[in-house]
């Protein structure tokens, strides 16, 4: 069965340090992955997308996410985080069969200043 | 950047009445979607709808949801008698293509049954 996980329910990190958050998944079949950010009180919002092309993706506000096919792992990164980052952050994937998202449980990303 | 807009952002009702959660989504996207996340846990799928039927479902979206697309630019649910554990915000979503397109959602309805 696919799934989705992502280590770590709150991750805390200081103004200006590296922000990691981590996502693997367990698929059969190539997946499509993407990572959403969610600001309180708002919708899920499309950081960055992989569907088979460059295994490492930019999206927007210098984020950017790496696949690797042998750890099944698409780790998002941000070289320096700004006090604006602090939000829950989904990593989710789809596949050719249904289109549906299935995601993670989410990370709480907080940045201290 | 378009928008998918869903209406009310925020509906408190009693346990056993029917709400109905209403959507507009992207005009030319042909894919929408129900996702719902009950507070604390991860945004779940419900059901996917294509050219004007269901075309997958998960196990939560039993015989008391249902989904319409009425005039062809609103998506609803419809969720027949509510209980308590239906508390949750509830996001559509809709895309152009099935698979490896960005899904657009909106900001959500939560759902509170008393």
């Known amino acids: 069965a696919q799934s989705v996980t992502q280590l770590g329910s709150h991750v805390s990190v200081s103004e200006g340090a590296l922000v990691l958050l981590r996502c693997n998944y367990s698929?059969?079949?190539?997946?499509?992955l993407f990572w959403y950010v969610q600001y309180p009180n708002q919708g899920l919002q499309l950081l960055l997308k992989?569907?088979?092309?460059?295994?490492l993706v930019k999206g927007i506000n210098g984020f950017e996410a790496e696949f690797k096919k042998s750890e099944t792992s698409f780790h998002l990164t941000k070289p320096s985080a700004h006090m604006s980052d602090a939000a829950e952050y989904f990593c989710?994937?789809?596949?050719?069969?249904?289109?549906?998202?299935?995601f993670g449980q989410g990370t709480e990303l907080s940045v201290k200043p | 950047e378009p928008e998918v807009t869903q209406t009310p952002s925020h509906q408190v009702t009693q346990m056993g009445q029917e709400v109905i959660l209403r959507c507009v989504p992207i005009?030319?996207?042909?894919?929408f979607y129900w996702y719902r996340q009950i507070l604390g846990q991860k945004v779940e799928f419900l059901v996917s709808?294509?050219?004007?039927?269901?075309?997958?479902k998960s196990e939560i979206f039993d015989d008391q949801f249902s989904v319409e697309r009425p005039d062809g630019s609103n998506f609803t649910l419809k969720i027949r008698s509510t209980k308590l554990e239906d508390s949750a915000m509830y996001f559509c979503?809709?895309?152009?293509?099935?698979?490896?397109?960005?899904?657009?959602f909106g900001q959500g309805t939560r759902l509170t049954v008393v």
């Open positions: 979503a809709s895309s152009e293509a099935l698979s490896g397109q960005r899904a657009f």
């Open positions: 698929s059969s079949v190539p997946p499509y």
């Open positions: 992989y569907t088979s092309a460059a295994t």
């Open positions: 989710a994937v789809s596949f050719n069969q249904g289109g549906k998202l299935i």
């Open positions: 005009s030319n996207h042909l894919y």
């Open positions: 709808f294509y050219n004007n039927e269901i075309s997958e």
